[in-house]
């Protein structure tokens, strides 16, 4: 059982990368072609008022939104195209963490039965949350900037500043993304195919299922019922999509109701897939323990603020 687990988590690793990459790559080359134009310091001008809130520059909107319309790995791909320091990588993860795939997960949260509008403008929300609370312990702990504290921006630049093109030779870009392009591909692997290892052999074990039933007073902790735990526990270490698909099977057989299904859509698109997520970060230069338990600790404090509240307004 062991090595069949582990020759099909390899298998689904290398899967899975290929299917990645062929999405990374091509975000990356175009960070690293768009970090060489007069429009790249152009959208940072631009933006820089608001970033500064975060205690971040101009240029971290572009993993930002990168990571708003696909994953985190295409985050992390648009920050190694630009280059920031420990604390702002910290504080680009925390955001894109809340607010990654909306497009996408949104129709997940659709297909399962729970308010898709409400959770996409909540993931919104607590993404500039996040993001704030981060930037201020990122300048007490990780030596970050104070937010507000960069300065900002002297001034978009004028259309005749757009004259040059790219401010290298084509060849200096080529191997920058073609070095930048192999690190890429061994940061994957190094993920990939160890958390898919991992997930089969807890699939196989039932790892999951015998931690599910030593966690009950979690649920008291945050207002969900014991038949919510598993799915919630399954998102949580192994991500969303994992998540769903317990919540798809658990529709089929005991639904849950509505209040346990609202609880455990906060929760898990306020912390998913921390085990991945944290990994492929802290491999990105971020700080992997800091992401991790701030997220979890936001998560667990935004939840139950919102299970007691809904249960009150359930009883009035």
């Known amino acids: 059982m062991f090595l069949e687990a582990v020759k099909t988590g390899i298998l689904k690793g ?48 572009v993993p930002i939104i990168v990571g708003v319309f696909s994953d985190e790995y ?15 990588l910290t504080i680009i993860a925390m955001i894109a963490l809340c607010c990654h795939a909306i497009p996408v997960e949104t129709v997940i949260t659709r297909a399962i039965g ?16 996040t993001g704030v609370i981060c930037s201020w ?82 649920c008291r902790l945050i207002g969900i019922g014991k038949d919510a735990l598993l799915p919630l526990l399954i998102g949580l270490l192994l991500g969303v999509t994992y998540g769903a698909g317990a919540l798809a099977e658990l529709k089929r057989t005991n639904p849950l109701g509505k209040k346990d299904m609202a609880v455990l859509g906060v929760f898990l698109f306020s912390c998913h897939g921390i ?3 944290t990994y492929l970060f802290a491999i990105s230069g ?12 936001i998560a667990i404090l935004v939840t139950a603020g919102f299970g007691r509240i809904l249960a009150k307004s359930t009883k009035e």
């Not at 790559?25 to 007069?38: E, G, M, Q």
């Not at 295409?74 to 702002?88: C, P, S, T």
């Not at 971020?286 to 600790?297: C, E, P, Q, V, W």
């Open 74 to 88: 295409a985050v992390a791909a648009a920050m190694n195209g630009i280059g920031f320091d420990k604390a702002q």
């Open 137 to 218: 312990l990122a300048a007490a702990f990780l030596n970050g900037s104070i937010p507000g504290s960069i300065s900002a921006a002297a001034g978009v630049p004028a259309a005749a500043e757009f004259a040059g093109i790219v401010d290298a030779a084509p060849l200096v870009i080529l191997a920058e993304i073609g070095w930048g392009a192999l690190s890429l591909v061994l940061t994957i692997l190094r993920v990939i195919i160890p958390l898919m290892v991992g997930v089969e052999l807890m699939l196989n074990y039932k790892i999951v299922d015998a931690l599910a039933k030593k966690l009950t007073p979690f």
């Open 14 to 61: 290398l899967r899975t990368a290929l299917m990645l990459l062929r999405i990374i790559i091509p975000i990356f080359a175009c960070v690293v072609f768009l970090r060489h134009t007069p429009l790249f310091e152009w959208l940072a001008q631009i933006v820089s008022p608001v970033m500064r809130l975060f205690g971040l520059p101009g240029e971290a909107v």
């Open 286 to 297: 971020a700080s992997g323990i800091f992401t991790s338990a701030l997220r979890l600790a």
């Open 275 to 277: 085990i991945e997520t």
């Open 114 to 129: 729970m308010p898709a509008l409400k959770i996409a403008l909540f993931r919104i929300g607590l993404a500039v949350f």
